[in-house]
């Protein structure tokens, strides 16, 4: 399952306000999704309200400081020209008659306005990175919660690379933009309409040269960011690509050395990673020169406005400290375009992430509709009457299906490798339903049971050999929770953990990592049987192959297999000759159905598939 | 850091992308001053022509701005890309022409990770430094310079300011820093659980343990909450801080600049533009500020990719190699082996000899040595006493080319690569025609799955089962015409049938008749048929002979069949 890991998103290039990053992909359904995600915020719906009138109080304060802090400036001019108008008279001035009562006040006004605005902008903040976390925290909760109520087939269908991806990058990309964007979209609204204002307030001639400048920064926009998304996808694509192949390489490192083929590999690596280079640093580039090109329009429309603004103070038609209001406005100006062109690309993106978790919120769950089929007296354990089955909506893979298990009986399922051996143990464990007919335990329809009333029947233990990253006593307990201490330990000695486990330093308080790198796979394997032990079942479902474990480790299994078996129903997915001629029923599979069912005996006298599978192992003429 | 980039960055393209750095850095700082003269010459003396061509010289100041930080970014993004490509190349080649024992140091996963993330973190650091924190010392030291000639008795506002800054942006990283690292970990644990759910859904569901993982995941979802919750209000605190102290900074200057005008130690204009000078001033010390979380980053990827391209080459290369000729044979004498570093003898006293057209099956338990004996062949490692002889030549005389070309390995692991099924069956022999592919795939009983040559392979051949990857890895090897034929275990993921197939085509292929051909196995019919079985426990060979000869007289041999036949007890 490593491949699972690799899921999260790597960045690519500086983080940098003014850069495009790669096209977003597009939400199917824009505002559906948009108010679905909304009633997960409705219960902050008065916090939301707070944030929004903080952001607008911050902002507008923000917005109207530099104002405020220009008539400071024109005092001083005042004062200023007074000052040089007294000396041109012949007066002798040592001191420039500014009114500094006047300056004290206004500034004091601003340093209230400055604190304001830092305590709304805090407070907003504050509230904001609670909502959105508590947001995502209920949004993950109904995410993990769905993956109990979702049938096994969906986790067959889709590949858990998917559903993590949606789990992990989708999640972190709600979370980034509930935690900043929203703000952000009033922040930038307000300040752009605030900016406007203020400007048209000082003067209209000049917040018309300051507004001549949006067509060009559009224009900026408009041809600069679709270059610079298409060349981030192609760099994305070709990035991609390299990481295949060296992935692929490094994995297959001793076939390419076996094969002497290192230098094609070398030269199909430098090519994608030339053709890389030539994408990233295009993308690079591009998205790099957004910002000088935005400051050289905001420069243009700043020396217009110093231009003009300063022959309009020269003649006395505004006031100085208007002007270095306005040159302070001119430079806030633009930020705000630039930035609402890009968060409606993060928000795109983001509805767009929801929309995929929903999605899998919305998938149909399994239901438990009891049928028509009443309870029989019976001593069988198990009878399969009449059973059809198939996956979803292929054709039958078994029809009309009879088999009855007496208790304590042995089944064994065989078949090559790919005959669907997993699909016998999925009908009895009710991962999946049976299409037609019935599957009956102690007489009961396992449809009118609830699906933990069938379970509570079984273990498992299977060659893939899953175990939580906890401590071995916990995963030993996992199958019974009502399990005493002594119960557990005289399982792990049955099953042979006791004695490796105790060489361990820390013994059953042993961590077990997600690799499993402490302990080998046939001691998980191990493991997963002592499980089962403690789990005390009626009826045991078993996988008998055993993947590369050495000789003594194999015999311990096999040994603690054999004890788990004993006065149990039991269904062994056979490899070894022993199990399979021992079985009071062998179902026999091929190409995922039932090709024959019966004992030993039964079906070498048939002379069948199952005749010439238990043959192939004697051919070659040498007798074992 | 510095190991890492030397030779690899274009010292030109990094020399030009300062220098424009500089000129874009001067030009920006003229602006401001310009101002300051519009305002103290054009305005206030109320010369409207001076305003005009002033205005003129910032259009072309603001230009000029402009031209020199593009050609700053066209630099600045071709060495930094430059790098990472070349980068990339070496580590590449080096992992590529490793031999084995220095590709076991380290893991795949760790390896591919050092090849790319930690380049992308090199990368994206140069980036950033050419573009932004080499501009920072400029700007601080020019603005600090402009500001100072403005007006020097004001400058003393700096000496408030500045720690101030250094004593906000400190604090919250004091604090904010270790919360970050928590919650990479906390996002780690939460992921575990998450993914922990979906590889155990059958066996959750099959104790009924799905509401103690929901409430496992909750436990982690609350943690992982909570500490986000308290990073973020640490962070919220941080940019009012800085917005006031900035703030204040204007305010000061203000309130100052006033009294300097009253005194006439000041002109008006010099008042805006010093406060131009400040703010710049203060994003220096933040963009520098950045490089204290950036380069320990950097240098920890930096220092993980030395690792690699650190690493010394172990097998030497022959000087003068001999060639390989004459008949296939295969002969091991008396080979010891033992891994680098380690105390005891992995493989003892190896001897066996076959001729063309013989089997060699090895079997015995995990960790009797096996897949070590099977490295000793194309020279993956090189016995330690005694000879490896492949058509009667001493492999330490060959160089490991040559060797490879007699000797075509199907590992234990298959391994198939993206591409069609033909692009994986060229890779045996480049110039196979399809008939060869076709009669390999054939051999290797991989003809009832595929049907096309150009079917796609995905990568890791992750759209065939283990059996038919087996089999097309099989096929593979077989496309190859070598003297020696080695199958590493290769038949265990097959089922008894096809495996018997499969042995039994292999026997009756011309090509493979004249070869030797060595197989693993694990199950006593797949060995049984082969001309000499080579019985190995712990590195020791216990036995060499055929199945009837073992069965009757070799212990460990007749202990493996025990097991296999009586399952156990």
């Known amino acids: 399952m490593a491949k699972d890991k690799e899921t999260t998103t790597q960045s690519v290039g500086p983080k940098n306000p003014h850069a495009v990053g790669p096209k977003a992909s597009k939400p199917k359904n824009f505002w559906k999704t948009v108010r679905r995600l909304a009633s997960y915020m409705s219960v902050y719906i008065w916090g939301m309200v707070l944030v929004v009138i903080l952001t607008i109080l911050s902002s507008v304060f923000q917005v109207m400081t530099p104002a405020v802090l220009g008539q400071a400036t024109t005092v001083i001019y005042k004062g200023f020209m007074t000052g040089v108008a007294q000396q041109k008279a012949g007066i002798q001035v040592d001191q420039f008659p500014i009114d500094f009562d006047k300056i004290k006040q206004i500034i004091l006004i601003v340093f209230l306005m400055y604190i304001a605005s830092a305590i709304f902008g805090f407070v907003q903040q504050f509230v904001m990175s609670r909502i959105s976390q508590r947001t995502v925290y209920k949004l993950r909760r109904d995410l993990k919660a769905k993956m109990k109520r979702l049938p096994i087939s969906y986790y067959d269908e889709h590949s858990n690379g998917d559903i993590m991806s949606r789990a992990i990058n989708d999640m972190d990309n709600i979370a980034g933009t509930l935690q900043q964007s929203i703000t952000q979209v009033v922040t930038s609204t307000v300040t752009f309409v605030g900016v406007l204002f203020m400007m048209f307030t000082i003067s209209w001639q000049l917040t018309l040269i300051a507004l001549a400048t949006i067509p060009l920064s559009l224009i900026v926009i408009g041809f600069v960011a679709p270059a610079s998304q298409k060349l981030f996808a192609r760099q994305q694509k070709s990035l991609g690509l390299l990481n295949n192949q060296v992935e692929e390489n490094y994995a297959g490192h001793v076939v390419v050395k076996s094969f002497n083929h290192e230098r094609t590999a070398l030269e199909k690596f430098d090519q994608e990673n030339a053709t890389l280079y030539k994408a990233s640093w295009r993308a690079q580039m591009i998205s790099g020169i957004i910002m000088p090109l935005m400051t050289l329009v905001n420069n243009l429309g700043y020396v217009f406005i110093a231009m003009f603004g300063g022959i309009q103070v020269a003649n006395g038609g505004i006031a100085l400290g208007n002007i270095q209001a306005f040159l302070q406005y001119m430079n806030q100006f633009s930020q705000p375009i630039t930035q609402l062109a890009n968060l409606a690309n993060t928000i795109q993106a983001t509805v767009a992430s929801a929309e995929r978790i929903f999605e899998v919120i919305d998938e149909p769950e399994m239901n438990n509709d009891p049928v028509d089929i009443p309870d029989i007296e019976t001593d069988k354990k198990i009878i399969l009457d009449h059973m059809d089955f198939g996956y979803a909506d292929k054709p039958l893979l078994m029809e009309d299906y009879n088999l009855q298990v007496d208790p304590g009986e042995m089944v064994a399922i065989v078949g090559p490798t790919g005959a669907g051996k997993t699909t016998v143990i999925n009908l009895l464990e009710r991962f999946y339903d049976v299409k037609g007919g019935s599957i009956k335990l102690d007489g009961r329809d396992i449809r009118n049971m609830s699906r933990e009333e069938v379970r509570q029947h079984y273990a498992m233990v299977l060659q893939d050999t899953w175990l939580f990253t906890g401590t071995i006593y916990d995963n030993l307990k996992y199958s019974n929770e009502s399990a005493s201490k002594e119960e557990i330990l005289a399982a792990a000695k049955a099953a042979h953990v006791d004695s490796f486990v105790r060489q361990l330093p820390d013994g059953y308080d042993t961590v077990l990592n997600e690799e499993a790198s402490n302990i080998s796979q046939g001691q998980r394997q191990l493991i997963t049987i002592a499980r089962a032990f403690i789990a005390d079942p009626e009826i045991l479902i078993l996988d008998e192959a055993t993947s590369s474990v050495d000789t003594r480790t194999e015999v311990h299994i096999q040994h603690a297999m054999q004890r788990l078996l004993q006065n149990r129903t039991s269904f062994v997915v056979a490899h070894r000759l022993s199990t399979i001629r021992d079985a009071d029923k062998i179902i026999v599979m091929n190409e995922g159905s039932i090709v024959e069912t019966g004992n030993h005996e039964e079906l070498m006298a048939k002379n069948g598939f199952y005749a010439d599978l238990y043959n192939s192992q004697f051919a070659g003429n040498v007798a074992i | ?569």
């Open chain 2, 1 to 569: 850091m510095f190991k890492v980039v030397r030779g690899r960055l274009n010292i030109w393209q990094v020399v030009g992308s300062i220098m424009f750095m500089i000129v874009q850095v001067i030009a920006s700082l003229y602006l401001p001053n310009i101002t300051a003269d519009i305002v103290n010459n054009g305005i206030a003396k109320g010369q409207t022509g001076y305003i005009v061509t002033a205005g003129m010289k910032m259009i072309f100041v603001s230009v000029l701005t402009v031209l020199a930080s593009i050609c700053n970014v066209f630099l600045a993004s071709q060495a930094s890309q430059g790098l990472g490509r070349n980068l990339r190349s070496d580590l590449f080649r080096k992992v590529l022409f490793f031999s084995h024992d220095e590709f076991d140091a380290f893991d795949t996963s760790s390896l591919t990770t050092r090849t790319t993330n930690d380049v992308m973190q090199i990368q994206n650091v140069i980036v950033m430094m050419l573009r932004m924190m080499i501009m920072a010392p400029i700007l601080l030291v020019g603005a600090g310079f402009m500001a100072y000639q403005k007006n020097a008795a004001m400058t003393k506002i700096f000496i408030v300011v500045i720690p101030a800054l250094v004593i906000v942006v400190g604090t919250v990283m004091y604090f904010a820093v270790p919360l970050f690292k928590a919650m990479q970990k906390k996002t780690d644990r939460l992921n575990l659980i998450f993914r922990e759910g979906l590889t155990g859904v059958r066996v959750i569901r099959a104790f009924r343990q799905d509401d103690f993982e929901q409430n496992r995941f909750k436990g982690a979802n609350d943690n992982y909450t909570n500490n986000a919750i308290k990073v973020y209000t640490i962070v919220a605190m941080m940019v009012p801080f800085i917005t006031l102290i900035m703030s204040g900074t204007n305010i000061g200057i203000t309130w100052l600049g006033s009294h300097y005008i009253a005194n006439q130690s000041m002109q008006v204009g010099n008042l805006i533009a010093f406060m131009t000078y400040a703010m710049q001033i203060l994003m220096s010390f933040m963009i520098l500020s950045l490089i204290f979380v950036l380069i320990p980053r950097a240098s920890a990827s930096a220092a993980r990719i030395n690792e690699v391209l650190d690493k010394q080459s172990q097998i030497d290369t022959v000087a003068k190699p001999a060639k390989i000729k004459g008949e296939a044979s295969l002969e091991f004498n008396d080979v010891n082996f033992r891994y680098l570093g380690a105390e005891k003898l992995a493989l003892s006293n190896i001897n066996f000899d076959m001729k063309k057209g013989q089997t060699l099956a090895i079997i015995g338990g995990t960790g009797s040595g096996k897949s070590t004996l099977i490295n000793l062949i194309p020279r993956f490692y090189d016995s330690e006493t005694g000879t490896v002889r492949i058509n009667g030549t001493d492999v330490k005389a060959l160089n490991t080319e040559d060797i490879n070309h007699q000797v075509s390995l199907v590992p234990q692991e298959a391994v198939l690569f993206k591409g069609t099924i033909r692009s994986n069956m060229l890779y045996g022999r480049d110039d196979a025609t399809d008939d060869d592919i076709w009669h390999a795939l054939d051999i290797a009983q991989a003809t009832e799955f595929v049907d096309d040559l150009d079917a796609k392979v995905e990568q890791g051949g992750d759209n065939f089962s283990g059996g038919q990857k087996q089999r097309l890895a099989i096929a593979r090897a077989l496309v190859k015409n070598a003297s020696i034929y080695v199958f590493d275990d290769s038949f265990s993921a097959l089922d008894f049938k096809t495996d018997l197939n499969l042995r039994t085509a292999l026997k009756a292929d011309p090509k493979i008749n004249q070869s030797v051909v060595v197989i693993v196995g694990q199950r006593v019919s797949t060995v049984a048929d082969a001309d000499q079985i080579l019985v190995l426990d712990n590195g020791k060979m216990v036995g060499l002979g055929t199945h009837q000869e073992l069965k009757e007289n070799n212990k460990t041999y007749q202990e493996i069949i025990e097991s296999q036949i009586k399952g156990g007890k």
